[in-house]
Structure formats: C-alpha cells, structure tokens
C-alpha cells in the first residue's frame, strides 16, 4: 500500500494526472540493453516492475538489435517502445530523437550524472536510472600471497604486479585474471584505470611517456596473468571455478561469484598509480523516445523508477546501484555488501582519480573503444613496440576525437573545441 | 586371407575381425561425439549452481531441479514456444509452396534468364541480416506487419526459399521426365501427371526440404529479436539473456533449447534420412 500511495503522490507531483487515462492503455514497454541475463529480467518483472500501478512490460535485448530496433521506431514515426534503459553511450546515438524530460520530477538524483542526461543541449534527454563501476575481486586464499606491507583495500599497480607473481610462483599457474575475451569490458580498464592512474588523463596524453611507462607495467602484468584471460567476459565465472584468484571486472559481472560464495570472496579497490587511484563510474539512463505511444504513461514509469523504494528494488534485481540518495537497507545480497565495500573504499580514498566515460563522442564511441583494444592487442599480445603503437594510434584517436569535436572530460582538463591529442 | 578372397570364397560377412573392429569404433565414437555434450549438458542442467562450478565433477549429478524450474517459471517461455512453433510452421509452408514450384520450373523448363534466376535465389543470403532489419523494420512498422507472426515468417521464409528452390531442383532433376511424359500418353494432362506420377516420388524429399526451412526459422535470433515484440520466438526470447546469465542457467536454458529441437527431430528422422537417400532403398 504504501508504494502505491507514494507513487500517486509522486505522479501529482510531477504533474502527470493521467492515472486514469494511463490504465485504459496497454502496459508500458521497457526496451532496455540492461538487466539482460535471464535472472535479472525475471526479477525486474516480478520485484521492480510489479509496483508500477499503470502496468509495463520488461523487454530486454542485445545492443544491436535494440539499436536497431528504436531507430525503425523513430523513422516510421510510431511505434511500441515507451521508455529506453541503456548506457549513456548508447543513448548518446539517439540524441534527437529523444524526447525532453525536464518536467519529470528529479528529486535527490545525482546532479552531476543529470547533468550528463543533458547530452550537451538544454533538454533533459535521459534521466539517471542506475550506476556501478569496475572493482578489484579476490579468492580468500590469494590473501596470503599478498606483498609485504601491502593493504588490500589500497593496493598501487606495482603491488598488484608482486602480488600476481607471488601467486603464480607459489601455485605454479597464473592466478590473475582480465576480461580481454571479446564480450569482456578491457577497453574501460585502460580508458578509466590504466590512463587515469598513470597519466591523468585519458584521451590528450594517450602517447606521453607516462603512457609509455602504463603499458609497461600492464605487460609485466600480463606476464602473471591467466591465459585464459582472452576468452574471459565475464570473471564471475573463473572466479568460481578457481580458474583465477584475483580479478578486474564490472560489479554485475562478479555479482555471481559474490551472492554464490560470499563468505570465500572479497571485493577491493582498483590499484592506485603514481597519478591516483583511476575509476569509471557507469551510468545507465531512461530516455522516452519521440515515437512513444504514450507519453505522460512513460513519463510515470520514469518518475516511479526513480523513487529511492523502486531504486533499491532494482539494485537487488540488476547489482546496479541507485542513483538516487537512499539509505541501503541490511538485507541487502552478498554482492551488493562486498562491492558496496570496495566502490565506497576506491571513491573514497584520498587518491581518488574518477574519470567519466566518453562524452560527446555520438556514434564514434565503438571507434573511440577500438583505439585501447587495439592498443592492446598491438602491444600486449601480438609485442609490438609500444611507442610505435601508441604514436600509430594518437592519430586515430586524434583524427576522431576532431571528427567528433568533443571537448575533453575528466579527468582531462577542459579544452576549448575538440580534445587535444598531445 | 585378404578381404577379397574371403568375398571370392563366398563369406557371407565378408569382413575381417580388424575391419569390424574399425567399423564398431567409429561407430562408438561418432556416437559419443553426439552424446557426450547432449550427456554434460542434461547433468549440468540438473546440478546445483555450486556443482556446476565446482570440480572435479560427479559422473552422476544430485538431482537439483532449481535450473530447471527456474526458467518453467520464466514468465512468457511457453508463448515464446508457442510463437517460434507458429512461425516456423508458416515458413516452412510458405518456402514449399514457393521454392518447389520454382525448383519443378528450373528442372523442368528452358525460359529466358535461367542461369540469371539461379543466382538470384542465392543472392538473398547475400546481404546480412543484421543491414536488411532496419528498413524492414521501418516498412513493417508502417504497413502494421510489424511483431506478427507473419511477418517475421515471410522474413524466414526468404532465408529458408533459395534451400527450398535448390533441393526441390535436384529432386525433380532426379526423376527422368519420360515418366511425365508416358503418364501423358496415357491420358494424364500435365497436373494430373504431376500429382499421381511425379508427387509420390518427391514427397520424402520435399518433407525433408520442409523440415530444413523449419528448422533455419527455428534458430533464426536477430530478425527475431528487431521484428516481434510481444510475439518473440523461443532463441530470440532466451538466447540474448543466455549469454551472459550465471553458468548453471547457461546449461538449463541450451537444454531448454535443445530439447524441443531433438525432439523434433527424432518425430522426422525418417524423412531427414530420406533427403539423404537412405531410406529410399
């Protein structure tokens, strides 16, 4: 009952009286990139969904074909779709045919991921539906092998580095693992922990010496590095089999292992470099299309999605976290408990380096992504020289970011125009 | 003793011990290349989440069902089946009563631009899937096509035609036209020839063809998963969330996949067989 009157005060609220006119119609689709696995769709149904009063129906999908599907929508004018979920970078393509959302009620959602909703007009393109970020996992048996002195919770790279030797000198097989397989998510790993961590930047000094030094390292950790690594997307899966011990992976990604075993893993901060400790936070946004059926209904299911109950549902359907001020409540899953944890030990540490993901990039973003996997590939796997690769891939990365014209973002320093490649 | 004079001294096997030994081996072996998968895949189905990632593995799991009743009660599985059943039934008697006709024509008749047709039937499966589903997706939208059975068939359909035109061809290749043409000679105008002499010899064949566009529809995802909304098939519903769903769901969800298709399979063996000539004989 109270979710029910708290979501028609809500709907007042926001001015969108249309209750009545709302439960005449169909129910509202959900076309969203996240919340895909089949255990998550479930329990967006039945745990998030559910409560919406005016009905809605959660249709999850691939990239591609949810891409494909709301573009078919906006250029026939009509279509199913009411409300989009996805990432703010596969948002960003659909720019125009967004509709304005600044007369949803916002309250409490973080003002800075708003800000980025704006997608650089003055309208509200999406409206933050939930976050998480890339964090460190560990089997409790690599504890031991810890370097001397270290502190888990405040690892630098070089520890990373001893500690991943120690392990696969003591077991005789690498035990640190990376999601370099082709769905794992590496290109945020160097984009948002690698750069940041040794440079300070992540786009204009891709090609300093400083870089040169990052991939360095990177390689002496790969030399410890598990490799299976190439075929790994998601670690949660290793980790549970043993496979490795120690890994870098998306918090949804290692929920897995968490909620499976929660008493044999822990989650830690990523390592720190000689420029901080660099994170990505990831932001996932609702937007309603221009070819919606019903506007005010989607408009409703954005505001009910945005109450700070409806947020803590959905953490414990997705692992994604509110974007909204709540307190978490005790019963929270394991994995919530173990990453909540570490996100709160990385983003508060003294060293802390948050980095954005790429904005303004439009549909460069697969392109931009492409320049770090490739980097990777180039000097990690196949040993090429690093300085060649880096000056070979600064023009791609330049040619492109001027293309894009985007200005630079953190933890670049702003550029007037587009962001320079140095 | 070589194998031939065996076969010369009138040895009813005609076979050396060493021969059948090969020959049960292989046997054994295709065997097991097929089972052994099916096998891991029903086990895993069937083990709890902490034994699927566990090792080593049981060769006979603790029966845990928790996979399974997951996804009988995910909602919308059954209608998931029930439209891929739907759909593959319409592609399957959409592509036969297109493709055999055209298959009859390129075997039976001389006409211009022949050769030029032939490639054209396989030039749709030259454009990918992926490039075709936007502007299908815009038309279908508009001419209200969009998320009906339908219209995702008619989609099959054009993948499964240029298999359908190219079995059917050589089917009737296969079957010399002075049959035809004595049922003439005997009073049979050109229809009736065709459906008492030249059907009946097909038939199998044509089964079979039909059961091949059935099963291209069945496994067909992308078209699937931009075209219908509400009336998903059964791969478009399940596959996307398969792939990055916790292991143990991994296995319950390919064995939910598979086994409808074996089952379907195993009803139509006899006519498979027959597309390979075996049953003809």
């Known amino acids: 009952m109270m979710v029910k009157k708290s979501l028609m005060s809500l709907a007042l609220a926001a001015g969108l009286t249309t209750l009545g006119a709302g439960a005449a119609s169909a129910d509202v689709l959900f076309w969203s990139t996240q919340g895909n696995t089949v255990e998550e769709s479930q329990a967006m149904r039945d745990q998030v969904l559910a409560g919406f009063e005016s009905g809605a129906d959660f249709q999850p999908s691939d990239t591609g074909p949810w891409i494909t599907r709301i573009e078919a929508e906006l250029q026939a004018g009509s279509g199913k779709i009411g409300v989009l979920g996805s990432l703010h970078g596969s948002l960003i393509s659909l720019g125009d045919g967004l509709a304005d959302l600044s007369d949803v009620n916002t309250d409490g959602v973080n003002s800075t991921f708003l800000e980025l909703g704006k997608l650089g007009t003055d309208q509200q393109k999406y409206i933050p539906w939930m976050q998480a970020t890339y964090i460190m996992a560990a089997n409790k048996k690599a504890l031991e092998h810890l370097p001397e002195g270290a502190d888990v919770m405040a690892l630098s790279y070089d520890q990373l580095i001893e500690w991943a030797k120690n392990m696969a000198d003591a077991t005789g097989s690498p035990k640190f693992g990376f999601p370099a397989g082709p769905k794992g998510l590496k290109h945020r790993f160097f984009q948002g922990y690698l750069y940041p961590s040794y440079t300070n930047s992540m786009v204009s000094k891709f090609r300093s010496p400083e870089a040169e030094e990052a991939w360095n390292k990177f390689k002496e950790l790969w030399s410890y590095t598990n490799p299976g690594s190439t075929n790994f997307s998601f670690m949660q899966e290793p980790l549970l089999t043993e496979e490795v011990w120690v890994a870098f992976d998306h918090t949804a990604r290692l929920a897995d292992a968490f909620n499976q075993r929660p008493d044999d893993f822990i989650g830690f901060p990523a390592p720190a470099g000689p420029t901080g400790r660099g994170f990505m936070p990831v932001v996932v946004g609702m937007a309603v299309p221009s070819s919606a059926p019903d506007m005010a209904q989607a408009k409703e299911l954005i505001a009910y999605l945005s109450q700070p109950e409806t947020q803590i549902a959905t953490l414990k359907a997705t692992n994604f976290f509110p974007v909204v001020d709540v307190e978490l409540p005790d019963d929270m899953p394991a994995a919530v408990k173990l990453s909540g944890a570490a996100i709160a030990a990385m983003s508060g540490a003294a060293d802390a380096n948050p980095g954005l993901l790429p904005v303004g990039l439009g549909d460069l973003g697969g392109k931009f992504n492409a320049v770090y996997v490739d980097s990777f590939e180039r000097i990690v796997l196949a040993g090429q020289d690093v300085r060649a690769v880096l000056d070979d891939q600064a023009d791609t990365l330049r040619k492109l970011m001027e293309e894009a014209g985007a200005p630079c973002w953190a933890p670049d320093a702003d550029s007037e125009g587009a962001c320079p490649v140095e | ?281």
């Not at chain 2, 096998?39 to 566990?54: A, C, K, Q």
Request: glycine share 8%; net charge positive.
């Open chain 2, 1 to 281: 003793m070589s194998t031939a004079a065996k076969m010369a001294t009138g040895n009813v096997t005609g076979k050396s011990a060493w021969h059948k030994y090969v020959f049960t081996g292989a046997v054994i072996l295709l065997c097991l290349w097929v089972l052994v998968p099916i096998y891991l895949l029903l086990v895993n189905t069937f083990s709890s989440p902490e034994d699927v990632s566990g090792f080593p593995k049981s060769f006979i799991p603790n029966i845990d069902t928790g996979s399974v009743e997951f996804f009988l009660n995910y909602a919308g599985v059954g209608q998931a089946l029930w439209s891929s059943i739907k759909v593959a039934t319409v592609t399957m008697i959409l592509s036969i009563m297109a493709g055999a006709p055209a298959g009859y024509a390129l075997s039976r008749f001389e006409f211009r631009g022949k050769e030029t047709f032939r490639v054209l039937v396989l030039m749709t499966r030259a454009f990918p899937l992926p490039l075709l589903a936007l502007p299908l997706a815009v038309m279908y939208l508009r001419i209200g096509l969009d998320d009906t059975v339908l219209g995702l068939a008619l989609v099959h359909t054009m993948l499964a035609l240029p298999f359908a035109v190219l079995i059917t061809f050589s089917l009737f290749s296969g079957i010399p036209v002075e049959l035809e043409e004595a049922a003439w000679t005997l009073g049979c105008n050109r229809f009736q020839a065709f459906v008492k002499v030249i059907l009946p010899l097909v038939l199998p064949g044509i089964t079979a063809s039909a059961i091949f566009a059935f099963v291209i529809s069945w496994n067909e995802v992308f078209a699937a998963a931009v075209l219908t909304i509400e009336n998903r098939t059964l791969p478009a519903f399940l596959l996307q969330g398969l792939g990055n769903a916790p292991l143990h769901l991994k296995f319950a969800g390919g064995a939910v996949l598979v086994l409808p298709a074996l089952l379907f399979i195993f009803l139509v063996r006899k006519y498979l067989f027959s597309m390979w000539g075996i049953a003809n004989r």
